[in-house]
C-alpha cells in the first residue's frame, strides 16, 4: 500500500489516519471495508477475552488436577441436619433461627469442586457476619429479619437500602437463590440430554436466574470457564448423601424435604424486599 499511495501523491497513512477516506475517496482508491475489519476485532477482542478468562480461572483452579471424586462430602450432610424452620402464619423471618441455619450454607460450595465458587462462599460468610453483627446489637429490636430492614430504613434515610445489614441480606439472599435454583433443578430431573452425568446445565441455570445480572462481563466469563471444573452428578449426589452410596431417587427425595422450608423463607425475603422496594439493581 506504501508505494502506490506515493505514486497517487498521497501522505504516508501514519501522519493522516483520520482523513484517509476523504483523500482515498478522491484519489479513486478502495475504501477499507470497516464491517469486515470491526467483526474482525470483535473476534479476536472475544478471542482474547475468552483466553484471558481461561487464564485467570487456571490461576484459580488447577486444571491438572480436576477435582471429580474430592467433593466435599460434609456440607451438605449438615445441610439435611439444619433443616429450616417452618415460617409462621405472617412469615416473619425469626434472627437468630435464620442466622443458625445459614452459617452452615457456606461449604456447600465445596460440593461444586470449583475454587471459583470461593468468591460467592466468601461473599455468604461475609454477608452473614455483617448482619449477625447488627443483630447482636439488640436481639429484642431486630427478632425478625423484617424488623432489622425498617428499622434501618427509618435510621439511614435516602442512604438506604444501600447500608448496613439491608445491603448483605440482598446479596445473601441472591447466593440462597442460587442454593435453591441448582437443587430444584437437580430435583425435578433437568439434564443434558448429550451429557446426562454433567450438571452444568443445572448450575447454569442457578447462576442465570440468581447472580449473573449483577456480575460484570469478566466475572461472567470466569464463570463460564469454571464450568469445566464442575463435577460429575455422581459424585456430587455422593456429597449430598455424606459419601456414601445411595441411589438417585432417594438423594433428590432429601433434597425435596430440604427445600420445602429454604425456598419459602428465600421467597419471604425476596417478597419482603419487593414490598419495602428495598432492591437494587446494580453490578458489582
Known amino acids: 500500500m506504501p508505494v502506490y499511495r506515493r505514486h497517487a501523491g498521497l501522505p504516508s497513512p501514519c501522519r493522516f489516519t483520520v482523513a484517509m477516506p476523504v483523500y482515498r ?34 490461576r484459580l483452579v488447577d486444571t491438572s488436577d480436576h477435582p471429580v471424586g474430592r467433593v466435599s462430602r460434609i456440607s451438605m450432610a449438615l445441610l439435611m441436619e439444619n433443616q429450616f424452620r417452618e415460617l409462621p402464619a405472617d412469615r416473619a423471618i425469626d434472627t437468630k433461627l435464620f442466622l443458625e441455619s445459614v452459617a452452615y450454607l457456606p461449604p456447600f460450595f465445596d460440593c461444586l469442586g470449583s475454587k471459583v465458587f470461593a468468591p460467592i462462599k466468601s461473599d455468604i460468610s461475609g454477608n452473614i457476619t455483617k448482619i449477625r453483627g447488627v443483630y447482636e446489637k439488640d436481639p429484642v429490636k431486630y427478632a425478625t429479619l423484617q424488623k432489622i430492614v425498617e428499622a434501618e430504613k427509618e435510621e439511614h434515610g435516602t442512604g438506604w437500602p444501600k447500608v448496613g445489614a439491608t445491603l448483605a441480606l440482598m446479596w445473601l439472599k441472591r447466593g440462597l437463590l442460587f442454593i435453591q435454583v441448582l437443587l430444584r433443578s437437580l430435583a425435578d430431573g433437568e439434564k443434558d440430554v448429550n451429557n446426562p452425568n454433567l450438571i452444568r446445565v443445572n448450575i447454569t441455570k442457578a447462576y442465570d436466574r440468581a447472580l449473573k445480572r449483577y456480575h460484570g462481563w469478566i466475572v461472567q466469563k470466569i464463570f463460564k470457564a469454571a464450568l469445566l471444573a464442575a463435577p460429575y452428578k455422581s459424585e456430587f449426589i455422593k456429597a449430598l448423601s455424606k459419601g456414601q452410596e445411595v441411589t438417585e431417587a432417594d438423594c433428590m427425595a432429601s433434597v425435596c424435604q430440604f427445600l420445602v422450608n429454604y425456598t419459602a423463607t428465600v421467597d419471604a425475603i425476596y417478597e419482603m424486599y419487593t414490598t419495602l422496594n428495598a432492591e437494587l439493581d446494580y453490578t458489582a
Not at 34 to 43: A, E, I, K, N, S
Not at 45 to 57: E, Q
Open 25 to 58: 475517496r478522491h484519489a479513486g482508491l478502495p475504501l477499507p471495508c470497516r464491517p469486515y475489519r470491526r467483526r474482525r476485532l470483535d473476534g479476536e477482542r472475544g478471542r482474547r477475552a475468552d483466553s484471558s478468562a481461561f487464564s485467570i480461572y487456571s
